[in-house]
């Protein structure tokens, strides 16, 4: 990869609290504010979405609007894949977290036979199905679908056929099948979970570092232990949830959660992680300015953001001059 491509993906069908689709024109906002160039030094593509169909009436209660969400992931994996084989480093700013599925997808498609890990930094484990859904929003979905589970031991849902058509349709977008396994899966800070996800989790045994575990340990000795686990893992993709900041920090986001990351250990981690030469993609989701006064979780999401980006850019001209 030699340089980095935004992808810009408006689409909040997957939220359960509206906004999500402004956080990009927020963070937008929040660099002219910093006075930075950040969105003029990068080719930034917009991936359609089918966000007015939230004005018409939902059908499928337990997986809200999954038809035009199938519809928006395939446009979001397709975008992952050309910018990846264009051998470019996708950038992900993204409204709901619904969308990482098509963002997994999309690196899948482009390198079938290479083993995935996933950094899941956020305050939700988001692996609820429409078989285990108490909310039937799909933004809590996107790893129950990449990992190609249903949770059915923990089933209280009873879904129509049109809806499981569909998310068996995410669940078999871009590759067919699974895209990662349980063991190359590792959550960070995860705290806001049901039953039938810890069911899950302990059932698969998903690595979760939580906030005690990170403070004490520190976010680069984190980062290290993480890249040990996905030891085996070819690539890495790092999802970051805004929402994994502590709720002082994160008001602008539909889901905040107390007990979280403060702003420079975000930074930190991100950047621990970002060094490592496996990782092909980054995705921030979930700014919701709609919620926040004074943009304040996007001056928050945009200086991560910024740090990150540096910390990808780094590792880009590494790459450059070691391959000559």
């Known amino acids: 990869m030699k340089r980095i491509k935004i992808l810009e993906v408006r689409s909040e069908l997957g939220a359960g609290t509206r906004g999500a689709s402004m956080g990009i024109d927020a963070l937008r906002v929040a660099c002219l504010n910093k006075g930075s160039d950040y969105f003029r030094r990068f080719n930034a593509v917009a991936v359609p979405d089918l966000n007015h169909v939230l004005f018409d009436k939902n059908h499928f209660p337990f997986a809200k609007h999954i038809d035009s969400i199938y519809t928006v992931q395939k446009g979001i994996a397709n975008a992952v894949e050309q910018t990846l084989r264009f051998g470019e480093f996708p950038l992900v700013l993204a409204g709901d977290h619904s969308n990482a599925n098509a963002t997994i997808a999309g690196i899948k498609a482009t390198y079938p036979h290479k083993t995935l890990g996933v950094v899941w930094i956020d305050a939700h484990a988001d692996i609820h199905s429409p078989y285990t859904t108490p909310s039937g929003n799909v933004h809590g979905m996107p790893l129950a679908a990449a990992l190609g589970v249903d949770n059915l031991a923990h089933q209280h849902n009873v879904p129509d056929p049109e809806t499981e058509f569909f998310w068996h349709r995410l669940q078999n977008l871009g590759e067919p099948g699974p895209k990662l396994t349980a063991d190359h899966l590792v959550y960070v800070v995860v705290r806001d979970t049901e039953e039938e996800e810890n069911a899950i989790i302990d059932s698969l045994g998903i690595k979760n570092f939580k906030l005690d575990e990170f403070r ?94 540096e910390a990808i850019e780094r590792r880009l001209r590494l790459d450059e001059v070691v391959s000559r």
């Open 216 to 309: 004490t340990k520190g976010p680069r000795q984190v980062a290290r232990e993480i890249y040990e686990r996905l030891r085996f893992c070819d690539m890495v993709y790092i999802s970051f949830d805004v929402d994994s900041l502590d709720s002082r920090f994160s008001k602008g986001t539909g889901t905040p959660v107390e007990l979280g990351l403060d702003v420079p250990e975000a930074i930190a981690l991100c950047r621990a992680l970002l060094e490592n030469d496996r990782v092909v993609c980054f995705e921030m989701v979930e700014i919701n300015p709609t919620l926040d006064s004074e943009n304040t979780m996007a001056n928050n999401a945009f200086n991560i953001l910024e740090a990150a980006t």
